[in-house]
């Protein structure tokens, strides 16, 4: 079982929806990331979060440091959210390695 | 003030050749980070580095990788004898100092490397 869980692995939308992306974990984290991934392209850092909840623009990032559980939400979609999103937890410790979720494939049509 | 750079963006290389990727970091940032994503993968942990310190390289391969972060430059990943299998995007990432500076994290474009 990987340590970073997230669901669904795949995810198509009609433009305007709302769209959620869950990510579960199971080992203790200092911090928890959520990345945005383009085909063929880098990575971009969205939120880096570690309690609570935080927004910018037209996306939400919670987490449940009990329920190891985090969402990240898009309102109001648009073709270009089209990417993969990737939940990644930071164990903390001595070496700050991140550990990687297999990512969430978001197909937005208009 | 420029973000994390890496270059070359795609390298091509034959079978037994030595592939180097470059990652200097955004200024000011001491730790540098190298993740590997293999086709149809997720991103995979390789090696922890501060400056002329090699801190976690427990997702390296055992043989023919390598990594530095000099006192001065760029980091280096270098892969000796490359194989197919080492076809991948090699991703690095940076920090600022501190204990909570791995929280701050900007990741490069990423080098795409293919093994002929």
């Known amino acids: 079982k990987n340590e970073v869980e997230q669901s669904p692995q795949n995810l198509t939308a009609q433009e305007g929806e709302f769209i959620t992306i869950n990510c579960s974990y199971s080992?203790?984290?200092?911090?928890l990331h959520w990345l945005q991934q383009h085909p063929g392209g880098g990575i971009v850092s969205l939120f880096m979060l570690s309690s609570g909840k935080k927004k910018h623009g037209r996306l939400i990032a919670t987490i449940n440091i009990q329920e190891k559980h985090s969402s990240l939400h898009i309102t109001a979609s648009h073709p270009r959210d089209s990417a993969v999103y990737i939940c990644?937890?930071?164990?903390?410790?001595?070496?700050?390695?991140?550990?990687f979720g297999t990512g969430t494939l978001l197909a937005v049509q208009p | 003030n420029a973000g994390v750079m890496q270059n070359p963006r795609h390298l091509v290389r034959r079978r037994g050749q030595e592939a180097r990727l470059r990652c200097s970091p955004v200024k000011g940032h001491s730790h540098v980070y190298w993740y590997r994503q293999l086709p149809e993968e997720g991103l995979k942990f390789m090696v922890y580095?501060?400056?002329?310190?090699?801190?976690?390289e427990s997702g390296m391969p055992k043989e023919r990788f390598s990594a530095e972060f000099p006192k001065e430059g760029p980091s280096i990943l270098r892969i000796q004898q490359v194989v197919r299998g080492d076809s991948a995007a090699y991703f690095c990432a940076s920090s600022p100092p501190g204990n909570r500076g791995a929280n701050v994290l900007t990741f490069g474009a990423g080098s795409r490397l293919t093994v002929l």
């Open positions: 080992v203790g984290i200092s911090a």
């Open positions: 580095l501060q400056k002329e310190n090699i801190i976690d």
């Open positions: 990644a937890v930071l164990n903390g410790g001595a070496t700050n390695k991140l550990i």
